[in-house]
């Protein structure tokens, strides 16, 4: 098991360009979220997947972002026509559902996260 | 809804002295408690968690946190720090009860060990 992989580490951009992330978690983890980080601040939820379903969004995610994890393994996370406002590092983390197996278990694994720059 | 507060932005503290970085939570319902640290442009460690069972949890690199309920409080404390301790650290909270588990994380404390 290699943990949580995100591609790529790092992407630059132009303003208006669409742009697109990948992340693999850990393969016995049926949870995967995604979280934004911006400079000076601790990450913040966007969105998660229970296997291949998205089961939440939060209101940061405009609907020019979209995210998907088709048959419930990698996903990918796709924002359209980019702001400078997108720039941040965008974190990848994968768990068990909590309440199966021991509790002392559970947690997330977090990636090293894919540094946007938008120009 | 969930929130963190991390009360100190920036902590410098002498190598082989003893650190501790604070965190309260404010929640409705009964929580986790994570500390993770991150170094430069790199994502996050778990450090240590509270699920459940004794409230002084010890966690990797000689860190440890007790969960304090009646302050809703979970500080992080190494009793002697190393140049490597240099980091971000993030306290975060997640409802232990249902629904998405999402973690809520403070801003960060930015631990600086002066030789």
């Known amino acids: 098991d290699t943990g949580v992989s995100q591609n790529p580490r790092h992407k630059i951009t132009k303003r208006g360009q669409n742009v697109t992330f990948r992340c693999d978690p850990i393969s016995e983890h049926n949870r995967l979220y995604w979280y934004r980080q911006t400079l000076g601040q601790g990450p913040e939820f966007l969105t998660y997947?229970?296997?291949?379903?998205?089961?939440?969004k939060s209101r940061l995610l405009s609907d020019r972002f979209s995210a998907e994890r088709p048959k419930g393994s990698f996903s990918t996370l796709e924002i359209q026509r980019t702001e400078q406002g997108d720039s941040a590092m965008y974190l990848c983390?994968?768990?068990?559902?909590?309440?199966?197996?021991?509790?002392?278990?559970?947690?997330?694994?977090f990636g090293s996260g894919t540094r946007l720059t938008v120009v | 809804a969930q929130s963190v507060t991390q009360l100190d932005s920036q902590v410098p503290v002498f190598e082989e002295a003893p650190v501790e970085l604070r965190c309260n939570y404010s929640?409705?319902?009964?929580?986790?408690l994570f500390w993770y640290v991150q170094y430069p442009n790199q994502g996050l460690q778990l450090l240590l968690k509270?699920?459940?069972?004794?409230?002084l949890v010890k966690g990797i690199n000689g860190f440890e946190a007790e969960f304090n309920k009646s302050q809703t409080s979970f500080h992080l404390r190494k009793p002697s720090v190393h140049i490597s301790d240099t980091a971000e650290y993030f306290c975060?909270?997640?409802?232990?009860?249902?629904?998405?588990?999402?973690?809520?994380f403070g801003k960060g404390t930015k631990l600086s060990v002066i030789p």
């Open positions: 983390a994968s768990s068990a559902v909590p309440g199966q197996g021991l509790v002392s278990d559970y947690g997330y694994t």
């Open positions: 929640s409705s319902v009964s929580v986790y």
């Open positions: 509270y699920l459940s069972g004794s409230t």
């Open positions: 975060a909270v997640s409802d232990s009860g249902a629904g998405s588990y999402q973690l809520t």
């Open positions: 997947f229970q296997n291949e379903a998205q089961l939440e």
